[in-house]
């Protein structure tokens, strides 16, 4: 048994009435089976950590938006996940909704394995300080103009993008606003960061795979408001000549899996409609 589950939290998308019903259901489930549980919206993630003693493994009933909500939720403790589709695209999803009653079973009785997924640390010149598990875009606010994002690796100059935006990528994220800009796909376990300007002005429009072991600095010079954007979710401004530091996590996202490590290419050529 790779896993000991002794308490499960459910957490659902309060804005889908089928998410959050189905959470209901699973939850009726559980405590049929004798499975300590609990159930909370993902969109209250201080209500939902409060929660988080002696949890083994969260159930997440939504899309891949959902998921990163629980990511930041169980991160410092590394709680694994496992997704139920109730998305559109539900790439870090593991289970749909027809087979998942019976799947988590399997998991609870100690089937699958653990997948785990790098994320960034993230610290701004203000000192706050984020973790993500897509990614960190640094980008023009509601102003529509270019903004000058000075980058750095590992203390050298490396360009400076006048774009309306740079991001920079986890290989989970590759399969998200990346593959939108136009990014590679890299291998979910895969340790590495991509940096990615979406549409430059003059400057390299090709993506950066960069060493896990890097740091890289993004310096904003701009006369109006830019934001830098974690996960999509969370948003802080930032000013002329504020900086944002993004190096790998200490943590890791954890995701229980039933599928085959092989299943990663089928799915893409199946989400991404290749055939």
């Not at 504020?242 to 799915?267: A, I, K, N």
Request: proline fraction near 3%; hydrophobic fraction near 45%; aromatic fraction near 6%.
């Amino acid at each position: 048994m790779f896993l000991s589950v002794k308490k499960i939290g459910i957490l659902f998308h309060p804005k889908v009435d089928k998410s959050e019903d189905f959470a209901h259901k699973i939850e009726e489930f559980l405590r049929g089976k004798g499975v300590a549980c609990w159930l909370h919206s993902s969109w209250d993630e201080s209500g939902a950590q409060r929660q988080l003693d002696q949890t083994d493994l969260m159930v997440s009933v939504g899309g891949d938006g959902t998921i990163l909500r629980v990511s930041r939720i169980v991160y410092p403790r590394q709680i694994p996940i496992v997704g139920v589709n109730f998305g559109n695209l539900g790439f870090m999803a593991e289970l749909e909704a027809g087979d998942a009653l019976e799947q988590l079973m399997q998991i609870i009785e100690g089937k699958g394995w653990m997948d785990e997924r790098s994320m960034l640390d993230v610290t701004l010149s203000s000192s706050k300080r984020f973790h993500a598990l897509n990614d960190v875009v640094v980008g023009r606010g509601r102003n529509l103009r270019l903004i000058n994002v000075e980058v750095s690796i590992d203390g050298d100059a490396f360009t400076t993008y006048r774009a309306d935006a740079v991001i920079v990528s986890t290989p989970t994220g590759s399969t998200g606003y990346l593959l939108a800009a136009n990014g590679p796909i890299i291998y979910p376990e895969s340790k590495d960061m991509v940096i990615k300007a979406v549409c430059p002005h003059m400057n390299m429009d090709k993506a950066l795979v960069v060493a896990a072991e890097s740091r890289i600095r993004l310096a904003v010079m701009t006369k109006h408001e830019a934001i830098v954007s974690m996960d999509g979710q969370v948003e802080e401004v930032l000013r002329d000549g504020d900086e944002v530091t993004v190096s790998l996590s200490p943590y890791v996202t954890r995701f229980v899996r039933l599928r085959p490590r092989s299943m990663f290419y089928s799915t893409l050529v199946t989400k991404l409609n290749l055939i």
